[in-house]
């Protein structure tokens, strides 16, 4: 009876453990189709509110995901202000005042631009391969699109901003179409959706990403990808304080 339940035992830890396996490389494959080696775009970013909204465009590089600088083009007040993440270190750099702050990670969970998108949402800091556990705990349709839900629990040693995660990806296409944002009190903060499938160079991907904050009515933040490229020439250098001051 012991050795029986103890092979149970065994062979529910081997089923977890290939479970769980899973449910990374699924976040894995999903966050490699949307950020490739390299990458270089251009988005809009529209702020809706409940009596105003304004635009706000720009380009981005990157480089995996620990490389990323995006430089605002429009509008005049904004054009020329440059966000790097370099690794474990960002820095905005404001040209009207010629000046280059680093951004600590106390700030990471601060608006980015006035939107409803986080410093860290637009530049990754955090890994949601390696920072988090994950764990398949449903399926469901999202836009069409069969999908497995996925949670991501923090690593207990990750500094990251979301105390859970909840992830929608197509099964087949692997795009990330839905994403849920909890607090370290697991209280629900904002949904994430993405839609409008288009070709990007390689690959299809969403072009419409959208953030709606769950407790201010009417008030939501849309990105459109209007073009990417993936996989093209940029060196490590292309990410440094100094090209902050010149990119263009």
Known sequence: MIKRTSLTITWLLIFTAIFAQDAKEIVKKANDLAVGKTSRGTMTMTIARPTWSRTVSMKSWSMGNDYYMILITEPARDKGQVFLKRESDMW????????????????????WMGSDFTNDDLVKMNSIVEDYKHSIVGEENVGGYDCWKIQLIPNEDAAVVWGKINLWIAKKEYYELKVEYYDEDMSLVTIQTASNIKQFGDRKLPSVMEMVPIDKPGQKTIINTDEVEFNVEIPESFFSQQNMKQVK
Request: hydrophobic fraction near 35%; charge should be positive.
């Open 92 to 111: 905005n750099y404001v040209p009207s005042i010629n000046r280059m702050i680093k951004i600590p990670p106390s700030m990471m969970s601060q608006s």
